[in-house]
């Protein structure tokens, strides 16, 4: 039995050394599928849904004019979940709002996302900063209906430039405007600043952590250097926590 979404409050790193994180989820789930398995076998275990349900409220649905409309979604170290996060928060939140989500992948060092929904990389969003013409020219709808993909796209020896120009500024402000939501998966903090730049360009950063394999340390050093920029730390999930002791008798816990 897994805790998925788990409190950062309640994990190792407590409360009082990360104040003012906001709660994302904290009651038992069962571990959140691949994604290479149907959408149906995913959605048919209802403790995956109602945890996944729970985040995306928690972080975009809150009543008040200053619920985030564009998240980055930032791993602290590689192999944390954090692209398999995205895709199951901007599915559930497409399903929730009437409005456009759009899913945005910014890791340039290491795109899988694409592949992970089953559908060909592309052009991405790579094309869309080197190239002119209107920013959901290079978005596809993924399903249902209003979830739209920004694909990472071709990859080249300049690509990572690209983040730091005014170019990456101004696409983010036009996929601001075309979709209601954005949901952007960035690299992990740990290894490379690309977060922090989407962090300063969207409303705020989610840190994935894995439960027994992030080190505190590091997640302790990253939300201190987001804080000194200014970017807001929307809250924190943590991944795979488990516990020994039966299934049953943790959901009357």
């Known amino acids: 039995m897994s805790k998925n979404y788990e409190l950062l409050q309640q994990a190792q790193i407590g409360a009082a050394e990360l104040p003012g994180l906001r ?5 038992a789930a069962e571990q959140v ?10 959605m048919a275990q209802p403790a995956v849904r109602a945890e996944s349900t729970k985040l995306v409220q928690h972080l975009f649905l809150t009543v008040g004019d200053n619920a985030p409309k564009a998240v980055t979604f930032a791993a602290v ?4 979940g954090c692209k398999r996060l995205c895709a199951t928060a901007a ?10 989500v759009c899913l945005v992948e910014a890791d340039f060092r290491a795109p899988s996302l694409a ?3 089953g559908v ?9 900063l080197r190239e002119d013409g209107p920013v959901k020219s290079w978005a596809r709808q993924i399903g249902p209906e209003n979830l739209w993909l920004i694909s990472s796209g071709a990859i080249a020896e300049d690509s990572l430039s690209l983040f730091n120009g005014d170019r990456m500024l101004q696409r983010i402000r036009e996929l601001r405007s075309e979709f209601e939501y954005l949901v952007i998966e960035a690299p992990p903090l740990s290894v490379y600043a690309d977060g922090m730049v989407l962090g300063r360009l969207s409303d705020g950063v989610v840190l994935v952590l894995e439960a027994n394999a992030t080190r505190r340390e590091a997640a302790l050093r990253i939300t201190e250097s987001l804080r000194s920029l200014k970017i807001p730390v929307l809250g924190a999930v943590l991944n795979n926590r488990t516990f020994p002791i039966p299934a049953a008798l943790y959901k009357r816990i």
């Open 23 to 27: 709660q994302a989820v904290d009651t």
């Open 33 to 42: 599928d691949t994604l290479e398995r149907p959408k149906e076998q995913r």
């Open 77 to 80: 170290d590689p192999g944390d």
């Open 91 to 100: 599915r559930i939140l497409a399903e929730s709002v009437p409005g456009s």
């Open 115 to 117: 592949h992970a929904l």
């Open 120 to 128: 060909a990389n592309g052009h991405g969003l790579v094309d869309a």
